[in-house]
């Protein structure tokens, strides 16, 4: 019997785009639900129950439906970094929620699409030009004017923060690595190794939740977990420099629930430095769309040429 070849993989930029507005709605519900656990329960603790809400349903769909395929990977090393590179993004992501405000932790957390083409330039080898250099330092200073730090907690809630943004941008990196896994196979070792890691600690942190409490872990489980995969699957359909601007959109249900939950409004400042930061992830955008244009004229071009002579 001989082995199917694999479909080379193809982008689906519309439905990715579709699955990453969906992926970022559903992370402002879990934000919610995490920064209110987080008054009573340790960030970890609240990792582990977001992890292993979401792991149940997909291991019983799993056995279930008999599809072990989807436990399979072709590559494994790359599989376990993203594990550990999300389980720690997610431990970050929660703490800088319990210590700062949704809308701006969100605002710093939008530093991920500067990073993800400084990263990609160090480790991936890709080509990273001056005019995208200079909107990723001008994105920061945004970042430096919304941070105006006013107090320690603050300056430990943005510190915070700032490091989850880095391991956000890491975890970019790794979904377009693995895009030609199944969202499936990446979502369920990901929720596996995100309540195994954590479950570690639980016997020296973890306390009984209150019958009132059950509703928001379940909450965040759920909308944690169907996130994961549209945002797997969002990443696998479209390029980093598309997707990974949606979640600008992030800000908008931020502060929406900032305002109904916590009677909190944004100051100038966030929203100030969030334009700044926003505007320079578009320049890189449009600069990266730009070059891909005159690459494929380019290409066009030399085959044309090459079919002439």
């Known amino acids: 019997m001989t082995e199917k070849t694999p479909h080379p993989h193809q982008d689906q930029v519309i439905l990715g785009v579709i699955h990453g507005l969906l992926a970022?709605?559903?992370?402002?519900?879990?934000?919610?639900?995490?920064?209110?656990?987080?008054?009573?329960?340790?960030?970890?603790e609240v990792v582990f129950y977001r992890n292993i809400i979401a792991f149940i349903p997909l291991a019983i769909y799993i056995a279930a439906t008999r599809k072990t395929h989807i436990l399979k990977t072709a590559k494994p090393l790359m599989?376990?970094?993203?594990?550990?590179?999300?389980?720690?993004?997610?431990?970050?992501?929660?703490a800088a929620w319990q210590y700062l405000p949704l809308s701006d932790a969100t605002?710093?957390?939008?530093?991920?699409?500067l990073l993800a083409p400084a990263l990609s330039f160090f480790f991936l080898k890709e080509h990273v030009g001056i005019y995208r250099w200079a909107a990723i330092l001008i994105g920061f200073f945004g970042v430096i004017l919304m941070a105006a730090p006013s107090g320690e907690t603050k300056i430990i809630g943005i510190m915070?923060?700032?490091?989850?943004a880095f391991m956000h941008a890491w975890i970019h990196l790794f979904l377009r690595i693995l895009k030609t896994e199944s969202p499936l196979t990446v979502t369920f070792y990901f929720f596996l190794g995100g309540f195994l890691i954590p479950g570690l600690f639980l016997p020296f942190i973890a306390r009984m939740p209150q019958p009132d409490?059950?509703?928001?872990?379940?909450?965040?489980?759920?909308?944690?977990?169907?996130?994961?995969?549209?945002?797997t699957s969002a990443f696998q359909k479209g390029p980093i420099a598309i997707i990974a601007p949606l979640n600008y959109t992030g800000l908008i249900w931020a502060t929406g629930f900032d305002i109904l939950i916590w009677n909190y409004v944004p100051g100038w400042p966030v929203f100030l430095g969030g334009a700044i930061?926003?505007?320079?992830?578009?320049?890189?955008?449009?600069?990266?769309q730009k070059l891909k244009s005159s690459s494929r004229?380019?290409?066009?071009?030399?085959?044309?040429?090459?079919?002439?002579?």
Do not use: D, P
Not at 79 to 93: E, H
Not at 160 to 164: E, G, K, Y
């Open 297 to 309: 004229i380019e290409q066009a071009s030399q085959n044309k040429k090459e079919e002439t002579s």
């Open 213 to 231: 409490e059950w509703l928001l872990f379940l909450g965040l489980g759920i909308s944690g977990g169907v996130a994961q995969y549209y945002l």
């Open 107 to 113: 605002v710093i957390f939008f530093t991920a699409t």
């Open 277 to 288: 930061i926003i505007s320079s992830n578009l320049f890189i955008i449009y600069r990266e």
């Open 79 to 94: 599989m376990f970094g993203r594990v550990i590179v999300g389980t720690i993004g997610l431990l970050l992501t929660f």
């Open 160 to 164: 915070i923060a700032f490091a989850a």
């Open 24 to 44: 970022f709605f559903l992370l402002a519900i879990m934000s919610v639900c995490s920064k209110l656990l987080s008054e009573t329960h340790h960030v970890a």
